[in-house]
């Protein structure tokens, strides 16, 4: 990728840490720049190299992940790509821990907890926190010392709805990402993030990076063949070939990262209407579908005055191998759905648009099915299309990524609600 680099006016550096820089931007009020450096560590820096290039490489890894993230729903500091070493975030107060979650067991975990063998798997994921204090080692907290230090940034207390959903976040991001890492046949072992409070908005976002620094990536689930940071750190002597070999490792992880960004199984919702009548619910469909990033087509047919074009139209989407899934919408007797369930072995999805005076009978033409047909009801447009989102998100991350990170802001949501109405009574 060519970067069209615009020259941008730096104010002061705020922060500068072992791996990169950050500036604030005079033109942009609440813009900072974080600028990567050619260092990578070890042991809260005990080792530190020069690797050339390395900047760039971890660049364009977290530019690749926070697009990902970003694309899919997540709110994140991450504002756009600027050159091949550094990217534009919201400014933020950075919150002193670091999240990690696991699904392997592997690593300083087995130090920690004698006698479970190295490959155990957390299903649930494992979620812990580590207090950022260099001179400590970045102690482990519990949710328990969190709250009690009672963190005040950018005006906002971290109390327990901040904690809850930091948490929740990032175990939802986790799953993102070790779904599209599977797209490339590589396991997600473990990961570390942080949030900051955005100044300008007040939220916790996703913050700082997401780079080969941050998770430990073993392809076909094997560690010997890993091609994360633990290969440096692994190093018993630090030669200029053992640095060529790691800045490999690096450099495959930032091509591949940028294949997370494409769907593997594009997939298609077909939308059948009895009628130009039912439009504007077949509209609602389609709309929904975008939000998922799933193509939808409309089209008119009626299985009850023509079923002869309606097998034609799903014969012209059969036959060029995109995975379909039909819905059809028709009122008062639904002859679609019936008849393409029985004749496609596509899922079919039944969404009628219910009207106040027959509804209540018309259903049942949706519902009481012959034998050997499994086409389901959902009355809801915007349901109908999660449903369809779902079946398709099983084999396109891309899909799964939005569906999740749309369940994780309706929890949210929720969580800040409950905490704005205690404030309310209190």
């Not at 109390?159 to 990402?177: H, N, P, Q, W, Y």
């Not at 749309?406 to 609600?417: D, E, F, G, P, Y």
Request: neutral net charge.
């Amino acid at each position: 990728m060519v970067m069209v680099q615009v020259q941008l006016k730096l104010g002061q550096k705020l922060n500068e840490g072992k791996t990169k820089q950050i500036f604030e931007l005079v033109d942009e009020p609440g813009h900072v720049l974080v600028q990567s450096k050619d260092q990578i560590t070890a042991g809260n820096a005990v080792r530190k190299d020069q690797m050339e290039g390395k900047a760039a490489i971890a660049n364009k890894t977290t530019s690749c992940v926070f697009k990902l993230l970003q694309d899919a729903g997540f709110k994140t500091a991450f504002v756009r790509q600027h050159s091949e070493t550094a990217f534009v975030a919201s400014r933020c107060e950075m919150i002193p821990i670091e999240w990690v979650c696991r699904r392997i067991a592997t690593g300083s975990f087995l130090k920690r907890n004698p006698g479970v063998k190295e490959g155990y798997r957390f299903s649930p994921l494992k979620m812990e926190m580590f207090f950022k204090d260099d001179a400590n080692n970045d102690p482990q907290w519990s949710e328990e010392q969190l709250l009690a230090a009672g963190f005040e940034l950018a005006g906002l207390t971290i109390g327990r709805c901040e904690v809850d959903i930091m948490s929740k976040s990032t175990v939802a991001i986790f799953e993102v990402l070790e779904k599209a890492w599977a797209t490339q046949d590589c396991t997600l072992v473990d990961m570390k993030i942080e949030f900051g409070v955005n100044v300008t908005t007040k939220e916790i976002v996703l913050a700082d990076v997401i780079d080969n620094d941050s998770w430990r990536l073993w392809p076909a689930g094997d560690r010997s063949q890993q091609k994360d940071k633990q290969v440096y750190r692994d190093l018993k002597e630090v030669t200029p070939e053992a640095m060529q070999m790691v800045k490999r490792n690096f450099e495959w992880v930032a091509e591949r990262v940028k294949l997370l960004l494409e769907s593997q199984a594009k997939g298609r919702v077909v939308v059948l209407m009895g009628s130009t009548s039912d439009v504007a619910h077949c509209e609602k469909i389609r709309k929904a579908c975008g939000s998922y990033g799933i193509p939808c087509h409309l089209r008119v047919t009626s299985a009850h005055k023509g079923p002869d074009e309606t097998l034609r139209i799903k014969a012209e989407y059969e036959g060029d191998g995109v995975p379909t899934i039909f819905v059809a919408v028709a009122g008062r007797s639904n002859g679609l759905g019936p008849v393409m369930s029985g004749n496609t072995a596509y899922p079919v999805i039944n969404c009628p648009p219910i009207t106040p005076d027959w509804g209540a009978q018309d259903i049942w033409s949706s519902l009481r099915m012959p034998s050997g047909l499994g086409c389901s009801t959902v009355l809801s447009p915007e349901a109908a299309a999660q449903f369809a989102a779902q079946i398709l998100g099983l084999n396109d991350h891309l899909v799964w990524a939005r569906l999740r990170a749309s369940m994780l802001n309706t929890w949210v949501s929720l969580k800040q609600a409950d905490k704005k109405l205690q404030e309310c009574s209190l």
